[in-house]
């Protein structure tokens, strides 16, 4: 399975930009999808994930500015980025869990996307 994040680039505080990940080599309908984040000089971090059933989870720091959805005709999913802050800035990555119960988050991440960096100016 591969994933390819997109969606990425220079952004001003407040704007709305939307990641997408489309996955291609596997059945995606079957995957728990997740997008987690890396910042500069920082671990990489969960931000929401979806589940099979497209019940959503997030992370305190993203919850009411971020929402994650998937079309599973187009196998992809999307990470919608409201109200960005400086503090976002960081490289977003998609991941899948292909052991997942249908209402569960992700949990055991299976495959990692590349990546595509988010820059938020003030």
């Known amino acids: 399975v591969q994933l390819q994040a997109s969606g990425g680039g220079l952004v001003q505080a407040g704007d709305s930009p939307r990641l997408s990940c489309a996955a291609s080599?596997?059945?995606?309908?079957?995957?728990?999808m997740g997008w987690f984040r890396q910042a500069p000089g920082k671990e990489r971090e969960f931000v929401g994930t979806i589940s099979r059933s497209g019940t959503t989870y997030y992370a305190d720091a993203v919850k009411g500015r971020f929402t994650i959805s998937r079309d599973n005709a187009k196998s992809t999913v999307y990470l919608q980025m409201n109200s960005l802050k400086p503090e976002d800035t960081a490289v977003y990555y998609c991941?899948?869990?292909?052991?997942?119960?249908?209402?569960?988050?992700?949990?055991?991440?299976?495959?990692w996307g590349k990546g595509t960096l988010v820059t938020v100016s003030s």
């Open positions: 991941a899948a869990d292909r052991t997942s119960s249908y209402y569960s988050r992700i949990s055991n991440v299976d495959y």
């Open positions: 080599g596997g059945t995606f309908s079957s995957y728990a």
